[in-house]
């Protein structure tokens, strides 16, 4: 038989307006789906906190004097553990309820302005209490007291609705639909309008109290499709062609008892009879089934109700209208996660289904059992009884109800109520400064029914949000005590944040894991924190079950990582880190790449792209940073507008000393299109060490070993005090180091020797073995071991006789060590003039085949200036190119490279090179005195002034910068600035080396005098 044999005479505005609420139907019902899935997330949203470890990884190694030394800057590692976020209302989900109500509203008026006059006046009726239970007047437009807003409502709709009845009764469904259409629109717009409260929360007011009445349209509905799961059980046993193919009534009877059974141990475990957990059929899935069965079920019985309704035209749409407003509702608490309101409805369709299906299988069973015992198709004489009429379905369902009712302490109203309080929490803790409304309504919902998570979870949230830990851990044990659930586990052992509350914390989350063995959340927080005690494989196995159960697996996996490098299994963490190389989770790739720094290894490959946001989140930022940390992300051309893109941003304030130490390093080494900016690189560590506190002797320390690197001793040395003094132990070495190389014995002797506190023992052993190279003599010397000849010999080579210096070197039999002091040989012999003896050392120790190293690089400079120095310009313009310089040491090959540019009689490129030279090695003394006598000889004495004043801000502890630039300053008028040059060049050299220079410039300083005076 066909459903809808009537679909084609219908007008095609009916046909449009039943299509509509049928989708709107199927709407409510996906939405329902959706909010199932998702609403606890919504309003109680798992989220995941994220914590950086620092690990330590080296940079830029070097070994000044045979000494181990390296940059060490922290790579970050990020575990992220679960916890529930602040309480937030889906409003979207509000504007989508009260869409659907005003759509409601208007088929409702609609349908009842084309109803018969009884019918009509009981539709009007109804409408008029459906609105009441908006409150409307509860908004202040008015008064709170009054109901004028309300009078307003009715009388407008209810007037509108009575003319349509009784006078213009042609009027197509269309046309009414449309009129109640813009008369509720028209309504809406002056009720926001109108209203004191912004429109969000005017919506929240009219939908959330409007949830009373769309219940109790709810209960009505399920009271008419209580039974037709019944009739659909019927028919499925008789509906067959063929009476062999039907079924008798053995298997009716059966079937229909399994469904009632099924509804009856819901009911029994319920109201506490049966304790344990009933994996059955599911209430709501009932329904379901009832309501898709329910509109065949209509036609069936349309003789009992077609003196007051037509099937196409009313009670059709008044079906669907009630099915809407019932799912509407219930998806609306599912997106809220209100539980107690879902439970309402469970308990309602458990409690109607049970009865009225009871009911209508008594009837059947006494009209029509025999014939169901024949196979005849009784389903379609169900609605015409002969023993039993129908009414009493209903008056024995009823009945039975009402006994159910009572035998579980009105749980359905109970609940209902419950629901309804959570719903004005929420209005009132939305709408008052101080929410004590809401407070009280959540704590009155607590009251209605035990099993209310959303109650306590609400006020949880709103103890947190007012800082009263002790009530949010009190609502939350008491919360865990009625209705376990994985989000209190999560509310409750985040705040057990104190080292003291170690042991309460493992027993939340133990408790939390037993409870619920499989939820991830759980597994991966009690993994992270037996991670903080000693018990490594409870960590590690909470964290592997967790990634068994996850479905967010690369979260886990990066905190595996994290566990495992922060726990000292380097092995274990690279094999894990491989395992995990398909990841593009940001906290797993940071986390990749913080183990490789850590290890030495090369960068992970097939990196996803970095995101380009302005903020940083915790992961993000480790992702960010430890890429930085890698010499191959330096070819990324806008790295540097990133960086100060970033630093310019407010919320990422606590990520700014990384973010500078980051631009630093970045500035000093350069990018692929970007050569290196070592005077912006040395001015932003300067500012991050006098502005940071407590830090500011680690970035002197990197300061220092920049400079050391650039081979300014005594700049390194002064860096490295200010470390020590601001406490970076670390420092005492390297201070000892420094003032060795810069011939400062006495002081280094006395760091190391003295009272220093290093952090290490190796470190101590150092700084003895150079203080015993820096005391040894040559007779000594050849009796050490070969370290401490080669240490010997990089301090006093250039000061030592010759034959001396030979005598200690012709020693030394390790082979390792042989270049190493071969080096200070060269530059003696250079110094000498011994170019024969320099250029076979060369040969001998530093093949082709030598290894591009440091000491390949430092080699390839003496090579340079022994053809130089022998005029070798052709050999020096070929070779130069294929040479190998370390950055530190570009400087040589540009300032090489400009020297030949200048003889050649090419001043164009001698100036470029001289240009790149003094911006890529601003601490080449070198390259800076040739450049600034090549620009006085070009004729821009200014431009040499200007290099050298940098060049001094840069090394202000150089000698010989400072001798250049009082002359250049004199030559050029400038004798103020070259008494100023004076009396800061005095503390650094002696009284004799002072007066020296001051004869030197003394016809310089009269003659600046005299044109003064003939200024004046």
Partial sequence: MKLFPFWPSVNPGRKFLYLLLTALVIGAMALGFYGFSN??????????????????????????????????????????????????????????YFAGLAVAMAFFWTLASTLKRIPYYVAVSLGMLWLATFNLDLLGIFSPTSRVLLGISLGVLGGVSFLLQAFWTRLSFLARFLIFGLLVGLLSWALFHFSPLPAPLTALHVVNHSTLASFVAAVLFMVVVGYENIHGLLWFNTQAQQPQRRFGLPQFVLIS??????????????????????????????????????????K????????????ETEAVPMYLLFA????????????????????????????????????????????????????????????????????TVYLMGTTLA???????????????????????????????????????????????????????????????????????????????????????????????????DLFDHLKVLQEGVKKY????????????????????????????????QSQEKEVIQANQLAFLASHNFPQQAKEFSQKYAAGTYNSLLANRMAISLALGAPKPQNLAALPQDSTLSTQA???????????????????????????????????????????????????ATTSPNPVLAKSTLEFLANSSEGTGGYYFDILGQWMLQARLYPLAADYFQKARQAGYRDAHLHAVIASALAGNFQQATQIALGETNYPEPWQKKAATQLAFAMQMSPEQAVTAPDSLKVQFLQLKAATLPVAQMESVANTIT???????????????????????????????????????????????????????????????????????????????????????????????????????????????????????????????????????????????????????????????????????????????????????????????????????????
């Fill in 324 to 391: 809407f407003l019932t799912f509407l509702n219930l998806s609306y608490a599912f997106l809220m996660a209100n539980d107690p309101m879902v439970q309402a409805y469970r308990s309602s369709i458990i409690l109607t289904h049970l009865s009225y299906g009871t009911a209508f299988l008594l009837y059947v069973l006494v009209n029509f059992g025999p014939l169901i015992k024949q196979k005849l198709r009784v389903f379609k004489v169900v609605y015409d009884p002969r023993k039993l009429a129908f009414f």
């Fill in 814 to 1016: 390790t082979p390792a060590l042989a270049p190493v002091a071969a080096l200070p040989l060269v530059e003696r012999y250079i110094k000498e003039g011994n170019i024969t003896t320099a250029s076979n050392l060369l040969r001998i120790h530093f093949p082709a085949s030598f290894p591009k190293n440091s000491l390949k690089s430092q080699a390839n400079v003496l090579q340079a200036e022994l053809w130089w120095q022998t005029e070798q310009f052709q050999e020096l313009s070929a070779q130069l190119p294929k040479l190998y310089f370390t950055p530190q040491d570009a400087g040589s090959k540009l300032y090489y490279q400009a020297l030949l540019a200048e003889r050649n009689k090419n001043p164009k490129a001698a100036t470029n090179l001289f240009n790149q030279l003094l911006q890529r090695a601003p601490w080449f003394e070198k390259g800076q005195l040739a450049a600034a006598t090549f620009f006085v000889n070009q004729k821009q004495p200014m431009r040499a002034y200007d290099l050298l004043l940098e060049g001094i801000s840069y090394n202000p502890t150089s000698v010989v910068l400072r001798k250049t630039y009082i002359k250049v300053a004199l030559n050029q008028g400038l004798r103020d600035y070259a008494l100023q040059g004076l009396e800061q060049l005095e503390p650094l050299v002696s009284p004799q080396e002072y007066l020296t220079f001051r004869s030197e410039i003394e016809t310089q300083l009269q003659a600046s005098e005299t044109r003064l005076q003939g200024w004046e």
């Fill in 39 to 96: 609403g606890q997330q919504l309003v109680f949203p798992l989220e995941r906190q994220a914590e950086l470890f620092p690990a330590e990884a080296h940079l830029s190694p070097s070994s000044p004097l045979l000494t181990p030394m390296r940059v060490e800057v922290n790579t970050y590692l990020v575990s992220e553990r679960y916890t529930i976020g602040d309480m937030q209302l889906p409003l979207w989900a509000t504007w989508t």
């Fill in 402 to 500: 009402v006994i159910l009712l009572f035998r579980s302490n009105y749980a359905p109203y109970m609940q209902q109520q419950a629901g309804f309080y959570n719903y004005l929490g929420d209005l009132y803790r939305q709408t008052e400064d101080s929410p004590l409304l809401a407070e009280q309504f959540y704590n009155e919902a607590s009251l209605q029914t035990r099993n209310n998570q959303r109650s306590s979870l609400s006020l949880a949230d709103m103890y947190r949000q007012g800082g009263s830990r002790t009530l949010e851990m009190i609502r939350l044990e008491e919360a865990l005590e009625r209705k376990p659930s994985p989000e209190a586990y999560l509310r409750l052992e985040s705040l057990f944040t104190a080292s003291s």
């Fill in 517 to 548: 063995p499989t939820n991830a959340a759980l597994l991966n927080n009690l993994g992270l924190l037996y991670g903080t005690t000693a018990f490594n494989d409870s960590a590690a196995f909470y964290l592997d079950a967790a990634l068994e």
């Fill in 621 to 671: 930022f480790a992702d960010f940073y430890n890429r930085q940390l890698f010499p191959s992300d330096r070819k990324d051309t806008t790295i540097f507008n990133r960086l100060n893109v970033l630093l310019r941003q407010e919320v990422n304030q606590p990520y700014l000393d990384d973010l500078n130490l980051i631009k630093a390093l970045l500035l000093h080494q350069g990018s």
């Fill in 257 to 298: 008892v399994l469904y009632l059974g099924n509804l009856l141990l819901l009911y029994l475990r319920q109201i506490g009879t049966i304790q344990t957990d009933f994996a059955g059929l599911d209430a709501l899935l009932v329904f379901l089934c009832s309501a898709l069965v329910g509109l065949w079920g209509l």
């Fill in 300 to 311: 069936q019985r349309q003789v009992h109700y077609t003196r007051y309704f037509q099937f």
